[in-house]
């Protein structure tokens, strides 16, 4: 009987549809084509937000991977933008950081022409990263389980068309057009499901590490000496949005290896002190006049003084908080951290505050909904 009323428990949380999680969702903060760096940087800081869909006019691009999302009249049909990709902070980031020709032996150059780099057209840099490769939408009828399959494999954020053309297709389209559209995010998935803890309480109640797959083990660290331009590159060259910080002290090693990325093994028998982390969302507290000095300082001092920013007032970035958890935490107490600071992975450190690995939203959507499905086989 008991397992009864779990089952039907779960089958109502499985049974909403992605249409259930945009009840207040706001308009879709976008730019044109024609915006500049400068431009783009300024609507990702004040709609806080580390991603923004890129508008021109249809009939002129190729959509990212192919896609052919419009946006149409809603009266007459007629079609008035192509959203053409995606710009992430972390693409702005990589820009202005540029390539290692652009720089003198010690990090410098010209010190980056700040100016000219952020004049660039945003269009300009679609497709530097992986994520601005794809640009997909959802539609409204998918099930919750299905949306979450889709952002446990990478995919961070989709567009959701308000009246769309396509009313019965559930899953991820490349073509699509509506009268407008509003983003769905890794995020907001699991404010949904950190609402839903009664009925799923079992698995919330379970620990880290007794979920198989939660923890990944090998995490890519820059060193509390690393330059913030150094990790920049290192991030854009193996896709990441953040990384932690670590003391060097049982590094050594010269000033080279802090301007590279290495792997902290959860298997290896001496961990890594987490000391901070370096975030591409944390720049968004940078006036474009102070960037330029910003960029020669080391990662750890920037995250010391970006926290001072109005625009963090009252986060875990102000107080710089090192948002962690333990191998024992229970999935509800990880989830909780991570919607409540807005951050977009945990660190997994031991009792000595060693760094053992990460649990991303990605494998917290996966592994959550491996379980809901082994709960409706039960």
């Given at each position: 009987m008991q397992r009864t009323a779990k089952r039907t428990e779960t089958e109502a949380v499985v049974e909403k549809k992605v249409k259930d999680l945009m009840g207040e969702k706001r308009r879709l903060v976008e730019v044109p084509y024609t915006a500049s760096l400068a431009q783009t940087m300024n609507v990702l800081v004040a709609n806080r937000v580390?991603?923004?869909?890129?508008?021109?006019p249809p009939g002129h691009w190729i959509g990212a991977g192919g896609s052919m999302i419009m946006e149409s009249d809603k009266r007459t049909g007629v079609l008035r933008k192509h959203y053409i990709g995606?710009?992430?902070?972390?693409?702005?980031?990589?820009?202005?950081?540029?390539?290692?020709?652009?720089?003198?032996?010690?990090?410098?150059?010209?010190?980056?022409?700040?100016?000219r780099k952020m004049a660039v057209p945003v269009s300009n840099i679609i497709g530097h990263n992986v994520e601005g490769l794809s640009l997909w939408t959802l539609n409204p009828n998918t099930s919750i389980l299905d949306c979450m399959e889709i952002f446990s494999k990478g995919i961070h954020r989709a567009l959701v068309p308000v009246d769309g053309q396509v009313e019965e297709a559930v899953g991820v389209e490349l073509v699509e057009s509506a009268s407008s559209y509003r983003m769905l995010t890794q995020m907001d998935v699991l404010r949904f499901l950190r609402e839903k803890v009664?009925?799923?309480?079992?698995?919330?109640r379970l620990s880290v590490k007794e979920m198989e797959g939660m923890i990944n083990e090998n995490v890519m660290a820059i060193t509390d000496?690393?330059?913030?331009?150094?990790?920049?590159?290192?991030?854009?060259?193996?896709?990441?949005?953040?990384?932690?910080?670590?003391?060097?002290?049982?590094?050594?090693?010269?000033?080279?290896?802090?301007?590279?990325?290495?792997?902290?093994?959860?298997?290896?028998?001496?961990g890594k002190k987490l000391v901070g982390t370096f975030s591409a969302t944390d720049l968004r507290g940078c006036q474009l006049a102070t960037l330029q000095s910003w960029l020669l300082e080391t990662a750890l001092d920037f995250t010391?003084?970006?926290?001072?920013?109005?625009?963090?007032?009252?986060?875990?970035?102000?107080?710089?908080?090192?948002v962690t958890c333990r191998p024992e935490s229970s999935l509800e107490e990880v989830m909780e951290k991570v919607v409540s600071n807005h951050v977009h992975r945990i660190w997994v450190t031991d009792e000595h505050g060693l760094l053992l690995?990460?649990?991303?939203?990605?494998?917290?959507?996966?592994?959550?909904?491996?379980s809901l499905l082994s709960q409706l086989e039960s």
């Open positions: 580390v991603a923004v869909p890129v508008a021109a995606m710009v992430t902070m972390l693409d702005i980031l990589a820009h202005i950081a540029g390539d290692d020709q652009d720089h003198d032996h010690d990090g410098g150059h010209d010190l980056l022409d700040i100016d009664p009925e799923i309480e079992g698995i919330l000496k690393t330059k913030v331009i150094e990790a920049i590159k290192c991030m854009k060259s193996s896709f990441l949005n953040a990384v932690p910080i670590v003391g060097s002290t049982q590094l050594g090693g010269d000033q080279q290896s802090h301007a590279q990325l290495f792997t902290v093994n959860f298997t290896e028998t001496r010391e003084t970006v926290r001072k920013s109005p625009l963090f007032e009252g986060t875990a970035v102000a107080v710089r908080e090192l690995g990460l649990v991303s939203l990605s494998d917290m959507i996966r592994v959550i909904r491996l």
